[in-house]
């Protein structure tokens, strides 16, 4: 059974920052492209960045330069280190593993990551 488990989610300053981790299991992590995304209420789930499994790395434009992404196969995990957090940023925040069998990949429960101004 494929679990996709996200901490690290919480309450921060704007101008602060937050690492976000996801721990997965029941797949073959280092074949997997990874993803996060988020969803801010009354929005539409978007990409935040990607790392495919060769370590190449994508981003939303609205982050880029201030969130970076980067995995650990052998902990089978994948992380979100976001700084200069903005009130924008806050949203439910996504771990998404890459599936060639189930369509839209797997997904974990999310982590509320909230950014006062």
């Known amino acids: 059974q494929v679990q996709l488990v996200e901490s690290g989610g919480g309450l921060v300053q704007a101008g602060g920052s937050l690492s976000l981790s996801c721990a997965a299991s029941?797949?073959?992590?280092?074949?997997?492209?990874m993803r996060w995304y988020r969803q801010a209420p009354g929005k539409q789930r978007e990409l935040v960045a990607g790392?495919?499994?060769?370590?190449?790395?994508n981003y939303a434009d609205s982050v880029k330069g201030r969130f970076t992404i980067s995995r650990a196969n052998a902990k089978n995990m994948v992380y979100l280190q976001m700084n200069s957090l903005k009130s924008e940023d806050t949203a439910v925040y996504y771990c998404?593993?890459?599936?060639?069998?189930?369509?839209?990949?797997?997904w974990g429960q999310g982590t509320q990551v909230t950014v006062s101004s």
């Open positions: 998404n593993a890459e599936s060639i069998v189930v369509p839209g990949g797997y």
């Open positions: 029941g797949i073959i992590f280092t074949g997997n492209a």
């Open positions: 790392i495919t499994s060769g370590g190449s790395t």
